[in-house]
């Protein structure tokens, strides 16, 4: 069982806000992971990274940005949230495996809902 | 490029039958394999996984079968209870892959 926590666990902001979702694990993980995810339906990597001061875009573009200080933190704020970025933002980690090959833990989620 | 994806995007059963969700990849390089189950309002939750060398693995109740000929895994689910429904995804990797591939998700419901 994963240790990985994200709060809030629901956020709603009014268009123009700059929003902070934060993401911790106690695992000591290397790898982190921020993906995008409307209910019931496909996960969109937003953001990922290897280790401290390692941060990549993902597969889908995104407004958002990523800072890795520690290890153990990996927040994702929004400069200006806008309606468009309505939706659940999950975090997971994990650990670099052998060759590459690794299972990810998620935290609960923040839904987010932008008016 | 490499993708993940289920065949249906629904599926559901009667309380106590068992179920079957499937799932196709198409890099033939992919070596490691899971499936996570995703309750509603929750982060997805590992369930269990598969490495290519094998063609079938056993958990509580859950069964995953491994068809590298085709490119196909599934997830058995023993006597499905009113708690496995739930959106259930596969996700695969292979060596020197940077991430995780998520498929699509099946939405699994349970009928009394």
């Known amino acids: 069982e994963a240790d990985i926590y994200q709060t809030p666990r629901y956020l709603v902001i009014g268009t123009g806000k700059k929003i902070t979702l934060e993401c911790s694990q106690t695992?000591?993980?290397?790898?982190m992971y921020w993906y995008q995810q409307d209910p019931g339906m496909e996960l969109h990597l937003i953001h990922y990274?290897?280790?401290?001061?390692?941060?990549e875009k993902g597969d889908l573009s995104s407004e958002s940005t990523v800072s890795r200080i520690r290890t153990e933190h990996f927040p994702l704020t929004l400069e200006s949230a806008r309606p468009s970025h309505t939706s659940q933002y999950l975090c997971?980690?994990?650990?670099?495996?052998?060759?590459?090959?690794?299972?990810?833990?998620f935290g609960p989620g923040t839904r987010l809902l932008v008016l | 490029g490499e993708s993940v994806g289920l065949h249906l995007p629904t599926l559901s059963v009667q309380e106590g039958d068992n179920s079957i969700i499937n799932c196709a990849y198409s890099?033939?390089?992919?070596?490691?394999f899971i499936w996570y189950k995703q309750e509603s309002g929750k982060g997805p939750q590992f369930i269990i996984d598969?490495?290519?060398?094998?063609d079938k693995r056993q958990g509580q109740r859950v069964t995953v079968l491994l068809n590298k000929t085709v490119k196909h895994l599934s997830l058995q689910i023993a006597a499905t209870q009113p708690g496995d429904s739930a959106v259930y995804f596969c996700?695969?990797?292979?060596?020197?892959?940077?991430?995780?591939?998520f498929g699509q998700g099946t939405r699994l419901t349970i009928n009394p």
């Open positions: 997971a980690s994990s650990e670099a495996g052998i060759g590459g090959r690794e299972t990810q833990y």
């Open positions: 695992m000591g993980h290397d790898k």
């Open positions: 990274s290897y280790g401290v001061n390692s941060t």
């Open positions: 890099n033939s390089a992919s070596d490691y």
């Open positions: 598969i490495r290519s060398n094998m």
């Open positions: 996700a695969e990797n292979f060596q020197g892959a940077q991430k995780l591939v």
